[in-house]
């Protein structure tokens, strides 16, 4: 359905530090590399972030998060790990949710902008 999802940061080199520690586990990575803007995915961009005077604040009551595809629960588990490491916010530890599906290992952190992430293998 979507080709990819932008979202505005105010600091670029914070941001880039916190996503190419969260996605690498997950095979994405940083596919192009601007001074005001970076493109993440595995074979295109699939997340812009782009730096701006003023961001949309991040709502942790909108139900706004954004959700990638991991290989396998360990992969999850590696999300989930490097996020914190990098600046990231703790928003549930890895494992089964049970109640959206027997098989759905999620994680779940927040960016250093407040963005809030998900990490998901249906294995």
Do not use: Q
Not at 12 to 37: C, V
Not at 55 to 82: E, I, T
């Amino acid at each position: 359905m979507f080709d990819h999802v932008s979202i505005g940061v105010a600091d670029i080199a914070r941001t880039r530090k916190f996503y190419d520690a969260a996605l690498k586990p997950l095979g994405y990575t940083l596919l192009s590399d601007g001074e005001s803007s970076l493109g993440y995915g595995d074979k295109a961009v699939e997340l812009w972030i782009s730096k701006t005077a003023t961001p949309v604040k991040a709502d942790v009551n909108s139900g706004l998060h954004f959700c990638f595809v991991a290989n396998d629960r360990k992969a999850v588990d590696a999300f989930h790990a490097a996020a914190l490491k990098a600046g990231g916010k703790d928003n549930g530890k890895p494992g089964v949710r049970a109640d959206y599906s027997p098989n759905y290992y999620a994680a779940f952190a927040v960016d250093p902008d407040g963005y809030r992430l998900e990490a998901y293998c249906g294995k």
